[in-house]
């Protein structure tokens, strides 16, 4: 069955790199995602990345995706206040219902 | 664009009661979806829509219908509500096309009492 894993809590220094991590159970995943929750708000796309690549930046964010283990992370460099947010891993599956599978988030604090 | 919008915000319910979330979108977007948020948990599936008149099950069905008469309206139905069901609700959007980015609604917080 599907699963998507994460750790739930995450604290960093401003300034400092924030590595979220993810792991996912389902070989034939398509597109895996990370979106951000912020506080009473609907969840953005922050990016996503094609199973078929391995990293994928754009300007603060790194997605990498390691196949073999099943693992994915999100690393937010120079993390800053407005940085602080709930961070949601998922992946899809083909098939044409198209479905998102989530993982519980990992709330990110960005301390002072 | 005013995106996915939906509403209520907040909706305090008793059990037994019926109501309906709508959400709308203005993007002639083919997919929506019904997804469902509890604390500690990721967002669940619970109805989805590839195109008018046409719906299907997610993970977490029981409780809830859905219709789509048209592409830009897919509201979500309790028919008769349960304390099980006090949760967020999130309506999204999509192309069709795989990997096409799902946009999701700012939520409807329900509390069944």
């Not at chain 2, 500690?40 to 789509?68: K, W």
């Amino acid at each position: 069955g599907e699963d998507v894993e994460q750790s739930l809590f995450l604290s960093v220094r401003e300034g400092d790199s924030s590595v979220i991590n993810c792991t996912y159970t389902d070989s034939s995943s398509t597109y895996l995602y990370w979106y951000k929750q912020e506080p009473g708000a609907g969840l953005q796309l922050l990016t996503y990345i094609f199973s078929n690549m391995d990293m994928k930046q754009d300007q603060r964010l790194t997605v990498l995706l390691n196949k073999k283990d099943k693992h994915l992370s999100l690393r937010i460099a120079d993390t800053q206040t407005g940085d602080s947010a709930i961070y949601f891993c998922a992946e899809m599956v083909g098939g044409s219902a198209r479905q998102l599978t989530f993982g519980s988030g990992t709330q990110l604090t960005v301390l002072p | 664009n005013a995106g996915v919008t939906q509403t209520p915000k907040f909706q305090v319910l008793k059990t037994g009661q019926s109501m309906t979330l709508q959400c709308a979108q203005d993007m002639n977007h083919e997919y929506m979806s019904w997804y469902r948020q509890d604390p500690g948990m990721g967002l669940r599936l619970i109805h989805y829509s590839v195109g008018a008149g046409i719906t299907d099950q997610g993970e977490v069905p029981n409780g809830y219908n859905v219709s789509r008469s048209t592409t830009e309206d897919f509201p979500l139905r309790l028919l008769s509500a349960a304390p099980s069901q006090t949760s967020v609700y999130f309506c999204a959007s999509s192309y069709a096309n795989s990997g096409d980015t799902q946009y999701f609604g700012p939520g409807t917080r329900l509390t069944v009492l």
